[in-house]
């Protein structure tokens, strides 16, 4: 079945320290979301991507679409301790509000 | 807009029983998702529903079921609950759950089963 790979699963950096966590599939996907869990909380929407080599920002976050369609990443420069939390990329083609999820990709941010 | 609420936030339960969430989605939304959130196997997709239908499906046993009523409310139920079932189980809605529509999720109901 459909599957998407995340990794790495955790990441330690110290504040200001730069951070991506990447997102692979087997198969051509048809547009990649991210989100964000803070500890104790819930998924929240960050962005989507839909174009190959589709790249776009929101302030320090910069998300990367592959050319293949087949992997993407989130780049976090300059991290702060408000970044803590799990980012999670998910795919979504089922056209029934199904996303398949990745692992997810736990930050820690020593400040 | 109100957000995605669900009730009740935590519940402990005892092998055995049964147990029925509940999760209100945001105003005009008609899409609603279940997921279920483990350390172990992450978020996983439980089922969806549309206009009252079940639209499609994951890969859970039948003692997971739902419904969803003509307010867009939905319902999930667990019988015969097992240790594995403690999750946090999460909903989210959207318009029509097209390809490419942001979910929007709830805070969660907390199920521990005992």
Request: with cysteine.
């Amino acid at each position: 079945g459909q599957q998407v790979m995340q990794i790495p699963q955790y990441q330690h950096v110290q504040e200001g320290e730069d951070f991506t966590t990447y997102c692979n599939s087997s198969t051509t996907l048809s547009n990649i979301q991210w989100y964000k869990q803070r500890p104790g909380g819930h998924p929240v929407f960050l962005i989507q991507l839909v174009k190959s080599g589709e790249v776009k920002k929101q302030k320090r976050l910069t998300f990367q679409f592959g050319e293949a369609k087949k992997n993407s990443s989130l780049h976090i420069t300059a991290t702060q301790t408000t970044d803590v939390g799990t980012y999670f990329c998910a795919e979504d083609s089922s056209n029934t509000g199904k996303l398949i999820f990745g692992q997810g990709t736990t930050l820690q941010v020593k400040p | 807009k109100a957000g995605v609420t669900q009730t009740p936030r935590y519940l402990i339960k005892t092998r055995g029983q049964q147990v029925t969430l509940s999760c209100s989605p945001i105003s005009g939304h008609r899409s609603v998702s279940w997921y279920q959130q483990t350390p172990g196997q992450g978020l996983q997709f439980l089922f969806e529903y549309f206009s009252e239908t079940q639209r499609n499906k994951g890969n859970f046993p039948g003692r997971f079921s739902g419904r969803q009523f003509s307010n867009s409310r939905s319902e999930m139920n667990v019988s015969t609950l097992e240790l594995g079932d403690s999750a946090l189980y999460l909903c989210a809605s959207s318009l029509v759950g097209d390809t490419g529509e942001t979910q929007y999720f709830g805070p969660g109901t907390r199920l521990l089963v005992l």
